[in-house]
């Protein structure tokens, strides 16, 4: 009776590591294809079902706030919307910046590929996203990416059938 | 004596691997993989934007479908007279509704590729996409087919200001 309480318990733990191998590896080869984009934390991108991969391209970022280039903050909202320019000086003089003055081999890419994406949150208006694309285009920048979300399917279409 | 009895038990027991330090390992990768493991995918949307070096279009097409999103609703026109207007249902742009004429007109013009989405500066991005994606493509449920298939529309789309 008292040795058998004394004996440790012994699992079976076969099936838990089955479960904990499989995970590990979809989880490794998941994490080695690496996003071209990190999904920012403080904007949510809308939702679309378009399936075209992301490319390395110079990042806008403009969240409700603040616009941010290749992660360096350049422009607040609010000036944007308070200015009347067509092109927002700030934003392009960064921009130009980057394609004079190249540092290091992943910014030679990126401002070689002549694009933009813009990371936009849902809530910014539409006049401010289309200064930041004048002054994207203005500044030699041609061709321009909108990012977002991938869903599934378009929701109402899928509610009606 | 006592040994003796130990070493036949042992016999008998199936031979065991000490599994410790693989399960601690396993333990630590796995929440760590599954915070790093990336979920929600990024995909683009490519703009068909008139260059600001190519100056006006050489020759415009004969037909060019625009889907104005105003405050109060939505407008189709074909560049010079309006198709159909649109209001907002419940607050909410009736996407529905221009999806199916979209397709109508999809039906009626089948190689035209061109579109634009004019907004008001007040109008908020995420509308744009949603117009966008209607306007680009429609899901379809066929008859005697479970699935549901992705009809692409006008595809080349360029945005701009409402008038």
């Given at each position: 009776m008292s040795r058998n309480r004394l004996k440790p318990v012994r699992m079976n733990l076969t099936s838990l590591m089955d479960v904990f191998t499989i995970l590990v590896f979809f989880l490794l080869v998941n994490s080695?294809?690496?996003?071209?984009l990190e999904t920012p934390k403080q904007i949510t991108l809308p939702d679309s079902v378009v399936e075209e991969k992301p490319r390395e391209t110079v990042v806008v970022f403009v969240s409700p706030d603040q616009v941010t280039v290749q992660g360096e903050t350049v422009a607040f909202v609010r000036d944007i919307l308070a200015?009347?320019?067509?092109?927002i000086g700030a934003i392009g003089d960064k921009l130009s910046e980057l394609s004079d003055k190249v540092i290091g081999l992943k910014t030679q890419a990126v401002t070689q590929s002549r694009e933009v994406t813009i990371l936009a949150d849902?809530?910014?208006p539409f006049s401010v996203v289309k200064r930041v694309m004048s002054t994207c285009t203005g500044r030699g920048y041609e061709r321009i990416s909108l990012a977002v979300l991938q869903k599934a399917s378009q929701a109402p279409q899928s509610a009606q059938s | 004596m006592a040994r003796q009895h130990h070493y036949r038990r042992r016999t008998k027991d199936p031979a065991e691997l000490d599994m410790t330090t693989f399960l601690n390992l396993m333990v630590v990768l796995v929440p760590f993989l599954l915070i790093t493991a990336v979920f929600s995918r990024i995909t683009i949307v490519e703009l068909n934007l008139p260059s600001s070096?190519?100056?006006?279009?050489p020759s415009e097409p004969a037909l060019r479908f625009e889907v104005i999103v105003r405050e109060q609703g939505l407008e189709i026109t074909?560049?010079?007279?309006?198709i159909a207007k649109l209001p907002k249902v419940e607050g909410e742009y009736d996407l529905l509704a221009l999806s199916e004429l979209v397709q109508a007109l999809k039906h009626d013009h089948p190689d035209e590729q061109d579109a634009s989405v004019l907004l008001e500066?007040?109008?908020?991005?995420d509308h744009l996409i949603r117009v966008m994606d209607a306007v680009r493509s429609a899901e379809l449920t066929q008859p005697g087919d479970e699935g549901i298939t992705r009809v692409a529309l006008f595809t080349d789309i360029s945005i701009g200001d409402a008038p």
């Open positions: 080695a294809n690496t996003e071209v200015s009347n320019d067509p092109e849902r809530s910014v | 070096a190519a100056g006006a279009a074909n560049g010079t007279s309006m500066p007040e109008i908020e991005y």
